[in-house]
């Protein structure tokens, strides 16, 4: 009988063991050439045993279809940090500059080798001019904090960490790169063959053989949720960063930096935290591994086993996955501790690594109706990305309601990930494959398609923030609406008091459901843009309106308010409108030349800064919480604005608030405001003296927490 036709479960993972011990221990020349024809003899049987196996699991995991754009073409940062690898940089810088894949920076770092490394890495810069070279005068202490130092330097919407004492196909960047034009996918990483002694010792393949779940001969896309649950929470998949290509974030994780084995494990954990993750066996980085390396120095430490620990803590805090991951993980460290590690007292590994005992962050999905300019679609890329900063797994889903607005993707951090709901099988699909514990939505529309989906999953709580919507909807949907959501919904949030009025019309009930929380956003920096620019003179008085280009906004509003304004003589006024929209179209190249229509822009405090007020002119029913005035004074600017919503208890003497008159803007009132404002500057002044106070009280960090609480944990 054949080998592999021999083998049971047991024997295959006795087999994979000692192929991973041959990864970690340096085995001596002689050795070696004992071990190699055993491990020849054990690869046909571990790939035909592991392939038959994932065949028939892989049916079992959820995959993930990416999305994919002929016209993708992102920027790459490659990151090499080299020290005292001189021997090896000419293969390496070789294989990075003949990347098949053309539009990519490099950023060499060398943390004060003593070989003549910087020798090389300056012959590279000379003959490259897509080449930066950042140069320690001291030892950084540790490979994390270099490739922290090149991640903050990288300008890239993705970067590739190519250590340099490894190597790669050509095509690497190419086969990885077109993933990422789907907006979930976090990380990408392809096979990789082990190489000592110019020699190929093993391949991914192999290394893989006791994770069974997918098929490592294929190209494949996974939800990190699945990913972790099916293997990558009992062991560190990814055998090597230089065969990994991940989506720019801000830095590195501290929970890196103290680490000596483990760190690449646990910043692979928290970048797919709510994302996907990309496998391509069409592409080999090339893995070299030294003798007496600290990685396998530290595999006989007991610091193995504790830094173990704390990626199982990582793992039960992040991700929902089953106890058997948790004991799995655990039985590989018990094998690790009687084998390579040579322990005989089993106390002793229990008291090196006990079995994860904390409370899980709910993975939160939230949802907007579409990218695209408006309290209700903003807000919650604002709160997702606070949410993230603080760790929690969250992931946007686009519903693709309305047309998408150029720029408004560019208010979500890239480390968000971003799911459209047409590229998917469905909203459910979504719920399961990235295992959401909490639906957030922030519109009627969006409200109740989740609602169909939250009533029959019941382990799913369904948040709503109300936007002011409900109050504005035609009365026979909202019944219809109402009757939905009171299935499913466990918390409204409401921001102004006029959200409840269509609740308490309907005898809604439930009390006990609603919670108040007004809107938040981050702070950011700012560059006024120049009036120059705008053509605005510097002399003038400006007022600035941020809005959808909506009639109910007040555009024309504020136009006529401006023109009487300067009728009545007194300091030049002038009118910044920005947005697009209906409006927009109607009025442009039609106004007098004191109105500046500068169309969408994502940088609204930029031009805000660049007036003197904000301008909020509104008309909407619907208005609740205006994000317009927090920008405003994030921006350093008072408010003028109608009375609607929560404005009066927003602006609180950082501005004026002036009464509709039958639903409609007082021109001649709001006329007369502008033109006290620019013309007494004392008036001015009080109002502008409360901005930086007021500000403090619109900080998404106290939002997040509010919402936080609501959203529970296990």
């Not at 592991?50 to 016209?71: C, F, I, N, T, Y």
């Not at 680490?259 to 690449?264: A, P």
């Not at 609740?503 to 006990?512: P, T, V, W």
Request: glycine share 6%; proline share 4%; with cysteine.
């Amino acid at each position: 009988m054949k080998l592999y036709q021999a083998l049971t479960g047991s024997t295959v993972r006795n087999l994979v063991r000692r192929v991973d011990d041959f990864c970690a221990v340096n085995l001596p020349g002689v050795h070696r050439k004992i071990f190699l024809p055993a491990k020849a003899a054990a690869k046909s049987a571990l790939l035909r045993y592991s392939m038959a196996r994932g065949k028939k699991s892989a049916r079992a995991v959820k995959l993930w279809k990416v999305v994919r754009r002929e016209d993708y073409s992102p920027l790459v940062s490659v990151v090499v940090p080299n020290f005292n690898h001189a021997p090896f940089l000419r293969q390496r810088l070789d294989t990075v500059y003949n990347q098949t894949y053309k539009n990519f920076e490099v950023i060499l770092l060398d943390d004060a080798s003593t070989d003549n490394s910087v020798e090389i890495l300056r012959e590279y810069q000379r003959l490259h001019s897509n080449t930066r070279l950042l140069l320690n005068d001291t030892n950084s202490g540790g490979v994390f904090n270099q490739w922290r130092k090149g991640i903050e330097a990288a300008r890239g919407d993705l970067i590739w960490i190519a250590e340099s004492d490894d190597f790669s196909a050509e095509n690497f960047l190419a086969e990885l790169v077109p993933a990422f034009a789907d907006d979930a996918v976090q990380l990408a990483f392809s096979r990789s063959d082990f190489i000592q002694d110019g020699q190929k010792i093993f391949t991914t393949e192999e290394y893989l053989a006791d994770v069974p779940a997918f098929d490592w001969t294929r190209p494949f896309a996974a939800t990190g949720a699945e990913f972790v649950a099916n293997g990558f929470g009992v062991k560190n998949i990814i055998p090597n960063v230089s065969g990994v290509l991940f989506r720019k974030r801000a830095t590195l994780p501290d929970l890196c930096l103290d680490m000596k084995l483990c760190g690449d494990w646990a910043f692979y954990l928290d970048a797919l935290k709510g994302g996907c993750v990309y496998y391509s066996p069409a592409a080999t980085n090339f893995y070299r591994v030294h003798k007496n390396s600290t990685s396998l120095r530290v595999q006989k430490e007991p610091r193995y086993f504790t830094e173990h620990e704390r990626i199982a803590e990582f793992v039960a805090e992040n991700y929902k996955v089953p106890a058997d991951v948790h004991e799995a993980h655990r039985q590989k460290l018990e094998e690790h501790f009687r084998g390579y590690y040579g322990g005989k007292d089993i106390r002793e590994l229990e008291r090196l690594f006990r079995m994860p005992n904390v409370k899980r962050k709910p993975n939160v999905l939230m949802c907007v109706f579409a990218m695209t300019i408006g309290g209700g679609e903003t807000f919650p890329l604002i709160l997702a990305n606070e949410l993230r900063r603080r760790g929690y797994a969250v992931t946007v889903l686009d519903f693709q309601m309305a047309d998408e607005l150029a720029g408004v993707r560019d208010k979500l951090n890239p480390s968000v990930p971003l799911v459209r709901l047409n590229d998917t099988g469905g909203l459910a699909e979504v719920v399961e494959q990235f295992k959401i514990d909490v639906i957030h939505t922030h519109h009627g529309a969006v409200d109740e398609a989740a609602s169909y989906v939250a009533e029959n999953v019941p382990t799913l709580r369904h948040v709503v923030t109300l936007h002011g919507m409900y109050e504005a909807t035609e009365e026979r949907y909202l019944a219809n609406l109402l009757l939905r959501v009171k299935k499913s919904v466990d918390a409204f949030v409401y921001i102004a008091d006029k959200n409840l009025t269509p609740f308490k019309a309907a005898d809604f009930g439930r009390e006990e459901i609603f919670h108040k929380i007004g809107n938040g956003l981050a702070r950011s920096p700012i560059t006024p843009v120049l009036r120059a620019d705008l053509k605005i003179p510097d002399e003038a008085f400006a007022a600035c309106v941020v809005s959808r280009a909506l009639p109910q906004k007040g555009w024309q509003a504020a136009i006529d308010a401006v023109t009487l304004a300067n009728a009545n003589g007194g300091r030049r006024i002038d009118l910044i409108l920005v947005g697009a929209g209906e409006m927009y179209d109607k009025l442009f190249g039609r106004v007098p030349e004191f109105v500046h229509m500068t169309g969408f822009k994502g940088n609204v405090r930029d031009y805000l800064a660049a007036a003197d007020v904000g301008l909020l002119p509104s008309e909407y029913a619907g208005e609740s919480f205006p994000l317009l005035i927090i920008d405003s004074f994030f921006a350093g600017r008072p408010v003028v604005s109608s009375n609607l919503g929560e404005v009066a208890a927003m602006v609180e003497g950082a501005g004026v608030v002036f009464d509709l008159v039958d639903g409609k803007v007082p021109i001649e009132t709001l006329a007369k405001i502008l033109r006290t404002l620019a013309d007494n500057p004392d008036a001015y002044k009080k109002i502008r003296s409360r901005v930086a106070e007021q500000a403090e009280k619109f900080s998404i960090e106290r939002v997040a927490e509010q919402y936080i609480k609501l959203y529970g944990s296990e």
